[in-house]
């Protein structure tokens, strides 16, 4: 056997034990590790994500290291095979480069995922998916922009004018969405700091109450009562004052003055409306008081208090003055007003 065909079939041997190992780490990976993690959602999806790019890494670091040992048995006059052979380990090199990449994009990629399925879906608002989804892309190209970098750096190629343009691109695309960018890091900070869910009543500091409807990556949509969307920026909202009604609890404390020309029977006046809180099913048991605030000889005002969920005041409060103003004629009291203080 000639010394040359016996380094041929040793190469041929390496490279078969290099597909082997490749086969044998991708079983290991689907089926070996999956099952071992299996009821771990977030480490299933990355070892999902990042097995091509495993295997990947395997195969050419394995190429890299059967180059080592047979790269100075190849000996060839052509001037192209030699410049290509006198590269292959720099064009080896970057494959590595980029599985290492697709690796690291996969793990991004994973977590991603499963922020999605099991935190995104909890907090019942659109700014996860659309901030988690520009994150992904992102990361991704800083990813792959390291890589490319590393890979022309290796080839020496000038890349201070790439990273140059890149930071200039950067800059400018920075100060022209800054108003987007300010947006979307309120819209972040509203998920960590929950200051209000959908579904919540709010007040901003300009006067407008509504329910959340939507958080979004850039703004929050409020229903108001007459039925209109109020649309405000994320970054707005970080920098007023908001009252939530909806927090701690959704009840909300009600206080109406009521004006009577002539007190004749105060017990009985605060028995009325005593029996008329206690028969609405909307107000909470025992949050109802009733207290004599003002009297002179022309009027005399109590004050009701009741407690109600925010999502019933107005029809608690428009029952309320109704039933009161009915037993009133009744009882022959004279009533001036009913207002909610």
Known sequence: MTETLKNNLLTLIYFLIILVICFIVKWFWENILTKFLKGRELDTKILKRTGKGIVSFVFFSGISILWERTSLLIKTENLALTKFLSNLPKIIYSFIVLSIAFVISGIVDGFVEWYLEEVAKKTKTKIDEEFMGLFKRVSRIIIFFIAVTIILNKFNQPI?????????ASFAIAFAAQDTLSN?????????????????????????????IEIGMRRTKILSPENNIVIVSNSEIAKTRIVNFGFPDTKIKIRLKIGIQNLKDKEKIKEILLEICKNNLYIIKDSYEVYLTEFSTTQTIFLLSFSVDYKYEMEV???IIEQINKKFEQEKFELIFVKKE
Request: charged letters at 25%.
């Open 160 to 168: 201070t004018s790439i990273l140059g343009a890149a930071g200039i």
């Open 317 to 319: 409060i428009d029952k």
């Open 184 to 212: 979307m890091i309120s819209g972040f900070f509203i998920i960590i700091d929950k200051p209000f869910k959908i579904g919540d009543r709010i007040r901003l500091s300009t006067g407008e109450i509504g329910e959340v």
